[in-house]
Nanobody, 120 residues
């Protein structure tokens, strides 16, 4: 009914940059908060950055000043600009969206993830 699809992952050297995108589609009435999470091998999934539909943002301490989250409400798309990447940023990055569907049901939607690998 509603899905989100991430893109933009890949292999980058330490100090480099990547921009992740997350496009939401389906029976969407309104998207409320959106966020990025990541899961490194052998570790639990962790919150990276979030943004409300009023553009208030918050970040994991270790990415503050390096990552920037933004959204384009007209396109139902979420972004994560990642600069000064470090090997410890290597993980599968997941998009999350809190959606009010056209059926007026609230849904929490996850993407399939996109792999970011940072080489030293």
């Amino acid at each position: 009914q509603v899905q989100v699809v991430e893109s933009g992952g890949g292999l980058v050297q330490a100090g480099g940059s990547l921009r992740l995108s997350c496009a939401a589609s389906g029976s969407i009435f309104r998207i409320n908060a959106m966020g990025w999470y990541r899961q490194a091998p052998g570790k639990q999934r962790e919150f990276v950055a979030g943004i409300t539909n009023g553009d208030r943002t918050n970040y994991l301490d270790s990415v503050k000043g390096r990552f920037t989250i933004s959204r384009d409400n007209a396109k139902n798309t979420l972004y994560l600009q990642m600069n000064s990447l470090r090997p410890e940023d290597t993980a599968v990055y997941y998009c999350n969206a809190d959606v009010l569907a056209t059926t007026f049901r609230y849904l929490e939607v996850w993407g399939q993830g996109t792999l970011v690998t940072v080489s030293s």
